[in-house]
C-alpha cells in the first residue's frame, strides 16, 4: 500500500532565521519562499488590476485643480504600475529557481545569498557583494 507523499510543514520568519547554516535552502524553507512568492505574485496582479480600473474611469471634474490633480496622482500611479509589471517577471524567475533547486543562491558566484536579503527582497538574485558592484557599474556607466 503506497503512503500519501508528507507534506512539508510551512516555517514562520522566526524559525527560518534562527535555522542553522547546514539547513540553508532545504524543502521546507523552498516551501516557505515559494508560498510567499505566490502570495506576492497574487498581491501584485491584483494591485496591477486595481490601478488600471481607476485610471480607467476617471471621475467628472468641476474644477481644473481636481483635474490636474487627478492626472499628477495617475502619473505617479503609472510609475507604480511600470514597477510593478517588472516585478512580475522577477517573481516567475524565482518560483522557476525554486523549482529548479536554484534559489537562494547567487546567479553569478553560487555563494547562498542568506535569509535576512530574501525575507527583505524574495526576488533577489544575487548576493550583497555582488549586487553593490553591479549597481557601482550601473551607476558609473549611467553617468
Known sequence: MNKPAAK?????????????????????????F????????????????EARDQMASPPEF??????????EQNTIALRILDRE???????TQ????????????CLETG????IPRLLARHTAEYCTDIKAIIETKEHFYSS
Open 111 to 114: 555563494e547562498p545569498i542568506g
Open 85 to 91: 509589471q517588472k516585478l512580475l517577471p522577477k517573481i
Open 62 to 71: 468641476n474644477d481644473e485643480s481636481d483635474r490636474a490633480s487627478w492626472e
Open 8 to 32: 512539508t510543514p510551512l516555517l514562520r520568519e522566526q524559525q527560518i532565521l534562527k535555522a542553522p547554516a547546514s539547513e540553508y535552502m532545504n524543502a521546507a524553507q523552498l516551501a516557505f
Open 34 to 49: 515559494k508560498k510567499r512568492l505566490l502570495q506576492l505574485h497574487s498581491t501584485t496582479k491584483a494591485r496591477i488590476q
Open 94 to 105: 524565482s518560483l522557476e529557481r525554486i523549482r529548479l533547486g536554484d534559489y537562494g543562491y
